[in-house]
């Protein structure tokens, strides 16, 4: 097996609370990556490494961990749940092959379930619903499988089934017999068998002329074009807290989730942003030029700017030469990172499918292409789709001479949240932030105050109201004055009346001989 097929990366999205970052650290205790498994209460968790994501409760960014399986190494991103912070949960997408949507078994579908669902199948990612805390209490487990296939179709078919009460899952897709909590393991079984099968004419023919079970090794090609194609997304049940399935959900991304040249392919194109352009097959080819894709940027109190990228073709090396987009001066890739949380582990080379960090480039920005040669100054990834920012506020600094700080702190966290902007009004002379809710803006205005120790007052932004001339009108102003000697006398006559939108100003002189 090549380094390059050894590869998966997947981004685990859902709804918040579902479980999402104790699950990332379930599969990290899992495969050795730490030596106990930290808790989102107690505030020790890999992933939620943040001050104020400790403080929340919950997750505010995306973290990238590593994690090695059955000889293949995993990438995963664990991504914020709630709607106010979906910028970070969509942009991680583009990192990605396969979208593993978690899903809580308490509360069933939620509002970023179907967001994320619907998110990744317009990228056009293979997708694989998790559904955790499986161990909890009065749960309806048959009813919210049935709800599953009711909103997402009938291509959701379940690949392992919780057993002996929740405590362990047994996987169907290589057993066609044993004991499950619900539904039928040989029917189960049995349904996936004939769903993959249909994915390739030689291998159904000899299924319905043998009736015998195809290999593993058979099924393979037929499941990951099932996947691509989306007639396929595998159901699985886990326990983040027990561990119950969660060596079953390893062992199905070690062998079954696409490696870099199983996915389908990221939609590059060749030419300018809103002109003319042409499709781009990026191939996931060690050997070819570099193309990398930044999906990510941090404002790293240390090490400066932090560029977090995908690698899809080409191997980026340390020391190596890189180009911005259409910039015409390279940097040198001083130092190559990997990420495991917070921590920073320096790597050699990058292959296609990795994800790893450069950091202190200042070029780099959020959706920019990293390439080694000049061929590929026009090439860009179709952009993501994000939710509009609607709730705003009106900024000021509490201490005057702070104006500018406020200026470069904002352009920071623009830089970091691509569902983050700052406006300037002329008109009102106000700045204004503009986030996703209440809550994100609450969050940034809070950084703002803890890691970079600026203080602000806060208003309701004001409406810059316009006046214009909707009817027509006149008037006459009559003037005289007498005071000795030759006396003063006019007369005015004003008629207004309004033009078409856009067709500006125009002043008629009525007056002819002295005469209106």
């Known amino acids: 097996m090549s380094k390059n097929t050894a590869l998966r990366s997947i981004a685990l999205v859902g709804h918040g609370a579902a479980g999402k970052t104790t699950l990332a650290e379930a599969l990290l205790y899992a495969t050795g990556a730490i030596a106990a498994k930290g808790s989102v209460d107690k505030g020790n968790t890999v992933c939620d490494f943040d001050s104020q994501e400790k403080e929340a409760g919950h997750s505010l960014n995306s973290a990238v961990i590593k994690l090695n399986h059955e000889d293949t190494c995993i990438h995963a991103i664990d991504t914020p749940g709630y709607p106010d912070f979906a910028g970070q949960a969509i942009a991680a997408l583009a990192g990605v092959d396969t979208a593993l949507i978690v899903v809580n078994a308490q509360t069933g579908i939620e509002l970023m379930t179907e967001r994320m669902m619907r998110h990744a199948a317009e990228r056009n990612l293979c997708r694989m619903i998790v559904i955790n805390k499986i161990d909890a209490d009065n749960l309806d487990l048959p009813g919210l499988v049935a709800d599953i296939r009711e909103r997402f179709g009938k291509q959701c ?298 203080e602000v007052d806060t208003k309701p932004p004001r409406i810059p109201y316009r006046e214009t001339i909707t009817g027509t009108a006149e008037a006459m102003y009559r003037h005289k004055k007498q005071s000795g000697g030759a006396g003063q006398f006019g007369e005015v006559f004003l008629r207004i009346e309004p033009k078409g939108r856009g067709e500006g100003f125009e002043f008629v002189d009525a007056v002819k001989g002295g005469v209106i």
């Open 157 to 454: 078919m379940l690949l392992d089934l919780p057993a002996h009460g929740a405590a362990d899952v047994v996987e169907v897709l290589e057993h066609d017999a044993g004991d499950a909590d619900f539904e039928s393991v040989a029917a189960a079984h049995r349904a996936l068998i004939d769903q993959i099968v249909e994915e390739d004419e030689d291998l159904l023919a000899r299924y319905l002329e043998d009736g015998a079970d195809p290999s593993t090794a058979d099924l393979h090609a037929p499941f990951e074009k099932a996947l691509r194609e989306g007639h396929l997304i595998p159901i699985l049940f886990t326990s983040a807290k027990t561990g119950a399935g969660i060596k079953e959900l390893l062992h199905v991304l070690a062998s079954l989730a696409p490696n870099p040249a199983e996915g389908n392919p990221p939609p590059f194109y060749k030419g300018e942003p809103g002109g003319a352009s042409e499709a781009f097959q990026a191939e996931p080819d060690a050997d070819k030029h570099v193309l990398a894709h930044v999906f990510k940027v941090v404002a790293d109190p240390y090490m400066g700017k932090i560029g977090i990228f995908r690698v899809h073709q080409g191997t980026v090396k340390k020391d190596m030469q890189l180009f911005v987009g259409d910039g015409k001066r390279p940097f040198k890739v001083a130092h190559l990172y990997q990420l495991q949380g917070k921590d920073t582990v320096e790597v050699d080379e990058l292959l296609p499918g990795d994800i790893g960090a450069v950091a202190k480039v200042d070029e780099i920005e959020f959706d920019c292409v990293l390439h080694d040669s000049h061929d590929e100054d026009h090439i860009h990834l179709v952009p993501l789709e994000f939710p509009k920012p609607m709730a705003g506020l009106a900024v000021e600094t509490k201490k005057k001479g702070d104006e500018q700080r406020l200026f470069d702190i904002l352009g920071k966290l623009a830089m970091e949240d691509p569902t983050f902007v700052v406006e300037r009004h002329p008109t009102s002379n106000e700045t204004v932030i503009r986030g996703l809710g209440e809550i994100h803006l609450k969050a940034k205005l809070e950084k703002m105050a803890s890691q970079y120790k600026l």
